[in-house]
Nanobody, 125 residues
């Protein structure tokens, strides 16, 4: 059974850092793309970034470019989201998602067939 499990969320002051982890399991073959999305109260879900598992190529949403970094540890089936210089507007529930087929923009949520339950990030002073 496929599962995605996020961890690493919490509360941090503005300017601080957090590292989120997404552990994937149960796939017959590694997913093509693992992405992070976030949703803040009253807002639409937003694509944070994605990593193409085979190539390691990464893409980021405009609001996090230069501050967030994606990486992976294939041996642990884990994707990491390093978040630096956090701002209050980064506060949201963060979800990782996986898709097993390429094609279409990484931000297209409907292309992701597998989602984790989410981990909460709060940035406030």
């Amino acid at each position: 059974q496929v599962s995605l499990t996020e961890s690493g969320g919490g509360s941090v002051q503005p300017g601080g850092s957090l590292r989120l982890s997404c552990v994937t399991s149960g796939f017959d073959f590694p997913p093509v793309i693992v992405a992070w999305f976030r949703r803040a109260p009253g807002k639409r879900r937003e694509g944070v970034g994605s990593i193409y598992i085979q190539s390691g190529a990464t893409y980021y949403g405009d609001s996090v470019k230069g501050r967030f970094t994606l990486s992976q540890d294939s041996a642990k089936n884990t994707v990491y989201l390093q978040m630096n210089s956090l701002k209050p507007e980064d506060s949201a529930m963060y979800y990782c998602a996986a898709r097993v087929a390429s094609g279409g923009p990484w931000t297209y949520e409907n292309a992701y067939g597998y989602w984790g339950p989410g981990t909460q990030v709060n940035v406030s002073s």
